[in-house]
């Protein structure tokens, strides 16, 4: 199993930046799901430290809902 594939049985999403690896026509600018959760963990499930980082974190997204994250500059 991936690592990233580790973090969803940890109940955690996994997205990736594949452009990396990819020639520029096919570049999508995104972080693409690489592995999703079928049970998320959500804030209170986390450890205090965890959470406190989390929390800073804002994602106008649905996780579970979204195939790619694109980041405005």
Do not use: C, N
């Amino acid at each position: 199993m991936s690592s990233l594939g580790a973090l969803a049985q940890r109940r955690l999403f996994a997205f990736d930046w594949p452009d990396i690896h990819k020639v520029a026509a096919d570049q999508t600018s995104a972080y693409e799901l690489m592995a999703a959760p079928s049970a998320p963990r959500h804030l209170p499930d986390l450890a205090d430290d965890l959470r406190s980082t989390a929390e800073r974190v804002r994602l106008d997204a649905d996780l579970a809902r979204t195939e790619r994250l694109t980041i405005d500059p």
